[in-house]
């Protein structure tokens, strides 16, 4: 036979059962629409995160108190030494450093007037908005105070000021932060969240006043960014070096922006893939019908498969004919599963402007040949039983 002639019996069986084939169609879409939304979705949420963590930029380095343990019983006897505040300043003297930017965090009431709001407080120092690339909306952030201890200074964020001011002004005024008395000098603009935190619900204050308001004797972080010129890996030898010589020993951790991302990139990957292979369920379900509606159609047409085996036709020659129809149903299952998705993702995307929907093309090629593929291993087994049909006893079966 010729491929034409496959095709045009192919066609002509789906058409003489079209309430069976229709079924068929209904469960590979099903399944081929659950994998692509889902892939979509992950993949959306998988570049929305490591876009937000790309926003602070690519060249920095964070460093924590503390050296990771990957056993015994060192870590549990060892004293930390804590970060201090002149291990931050003394980064600053190393090459192609840029800016370096002490943290210590925590949450307090801020007060002005009766209005009262609990909210996270930020201590750190004069580089961080140039470092983390937040913009000042109005006034300046915290000054510089090196040198000497700073002065009670403050920084709101976009959400703290409309709260705490409304449309009154709020530079120049005086506020309570922890109980503590200090002068507004700057408002962030409006940041947005990032993974559920929100960036513009932060109060910043100098590093050294906020060491003293949550009693802390060490910085929780420092993050240093770096100049164009160096690679990550030999910033970061650098700055370990520096602290090893200070502290006496390596009891702090390093870690890159570089490696940050990877690791993120790879845990979200795993995750994506993840969540394709629940809406694979689907899938399975979909192959589980097709091997039922194929086994059924090989008992129907004993006849017919006996009567091609009379005039002349192989084995070969009928397992192929019904691999093609359990593999043109998975096909056309496929393009309406994909066009119902696609549907779908839009009609997301006008309800729900904020949702990450990241359509690629690559899944939605890889969704096709999965439902050609799930065609294909489907029909085999029902393929091959009608193959091996005796064409006297199926003749007979008339």
């Known amino acids: 036979m010729r491929s034409a002639d496959y095709l045009r019996l192919t066609l002509r069986t789906l058409k003489a059962s079209r309430m069976r084939s229709g079924l068929t169609v209904l469960g590979i879409a099903i399944g081929i629409c659950a994998v692509v939304l889902l892939t979509t979705l992950g993949e ?110 403050a920084v709101l964020g976009h959400k703290v000021k409309q709260e705490l001011f409304g449309e009154q002004t709020a530079l120049g005024q005086f506020i309570r932060v922890g109980g503590e008395r200090y002068r507004v000098v700057g408002i962030m603009a409006a940041k947005g969240q990032m993974l559920g935190f929100d960036l513009d619900d932060i109060v910043y204050i100098p590093v050294e006043r906020a060491l003293s308001l949550f009693n802390r ?26 602290l090893i010589a200070r502290h006496g020993g390596e009891d702090f951790s390093l870690i890159t922006q570089d490696e940050m991302l990877k690791s993120l990139d790879r845990i979200l990957a795993v995750l994506t893939l993840a969540i394709g292979g629940l809406g694979g369920i689907s899938l399975v379900v979909g192959a589980i019908g097709i091997i039922t509606i194929m086994v059924t159609s090989v008992q129907e047409r004993r006849a017919e498969i006996g009567l091609m085996r009379a005039l002349g036709a192989t084995q070969r020659q009928v397992m192929w004919l019904f691999l093609g129809e359990a593999t043109l149903l998975a096909l056309v299952g496929g393009v309406v599963g994909i066009l119902v998705s696609g549907l779908a993702l839009g009609g997301l995307a006008l309800a729900l402007p904020t949702l990450p929907i990241q359509l690629d093309p690559f899944y939605l090629l890889l969704a096709l040949l999965l439902s050609a593929l799930v065609g294909l291993i489907s029909g085999v087994l029902p393929a091959r039983r009608a193959a091996r049909l005796n064409p006297v006893l199926a003749l007979q079966s008339e």
């Not at 930017?101 to 140039?130: L, N």
Request: cysteine-free; overall charge neutral.
């Open 44 to 153: 959306g949420l998988r570049l929305y995160v490591l876009e937000n963590f790309s926003q602070f930029g690519s060249r920095i380095i964070a460093i924590n108190p503390g050296k990771s343990q990957t056993g015994g019983t060192g870590g549990l006897l060892a004293s930390t030494r804590p970060l201090l505040v002149a291990d931050a300043d003394s980064l600053r003297t190393l090459p192609y450093v840029e800016y370096v930017v002490p943290v210590v965090q925590g949450s307090g009431a801020i007060e002005f007037g009766r209005r009262v709001r609990y909210t996270d407080i930020i201590g750190t120092g004069s580089e961080m908005a140039d470092a983390w690339r937040f913009e000042v909306a109005r006034g300046r952030f915290l000054p510089d105070s090196r040198g000497g201890y700073p002065q009670p200074w």
């Open 217 to 242: 004797t060490g910085l929780m972080e420092i993050d240093v960014t770096y100049r164009p010129g160096i690679s990550a890996d030999a910033m970061a030898q650098q700055v370990s070096q520096h």
